[in-house]
């Protein structure tokens, strides 16, 4: 399966080799390696050899397996605890722009993922409005 690779793009030199990792997986279309800036031991990241900044920009081939692949690391890590999060866009807080997911061990309460959003009330007619514009 060819893919698309950007020149300059961190994540594509991991997957060309031109960047050391430490490997965990390689499939046909996506590459998983541990984080070297961890926010726990074993966080790990899945990313498709495919160059795209974000999720809905990737072929869905591309994805097809990178969830499984998120999923065989946490079982193989043996993880009880655990976050699989992507990001999309700056604002949303993603630093590499090239679509990846995280594994993100959660061993404790001080370790891995912190979230602290405040959720809203939500409007349920403004919720079936919108329901009924997605056309998917």
Same mark, same amino acid.
């Given at each position: 399966?060819? =893919?698309?690779?950007?020149?300059? +793009? *961190?994540? +594509?030199?991991? &997957?060309?080799?031109? &960047?050391? =990792? ?17 926010? =726990? ?5 899945? *990313?498709?050899? /495919?160059?795209? #900044?974000?999720?809905? #920009? *990737?072929?869905?081939? /591309? ?18 605890? /655990? ?20 594994? *993100?061990?959660?061993?404790?309460? #001080? #370790? ?8 809203? =009330? ?11 514009? &997605?056309?998917?």
């Amino acid at each position: 399966m060819a =893919s698309k690779l950007a020149a300059e +793009c *961190i994540f +594509c030199k991991i &997957i060309k080799g031109e &960047i050391p =990792s430490i490997k965990i997986a390689e499939t046909a279309s996506n590459f998983a390696f541990f984080d070297i800036g961890p926010l =726990s031991e074993g966080h790990a990241l899945v *990313i498709p050899k /495919y160059h795209a #900044e974000k999720m809905h #920009e *990737i072929p869905d081939e /591309y994805l097809a397996d990178a969830l499984p692949l998120a999923k065989k690391i946490a079982k193989a890590l043996n993880l009880d605890n /655990y976050n699989i999060l992507q990001n999309n866009g700056k604002l949303a807080h993603q630093e590499v722009p090239h679509v990846h997911f995280h594994v *993100i061990p959660k061993p404790n309460k #001080e #370790e891995g993922l912190v979230i602290g959003w405040l959720a809203k =009330s939500a409007n349920m007619d403004k919720l079936k409005e919108l329901a009924s514009n &997605i056309k998917l």
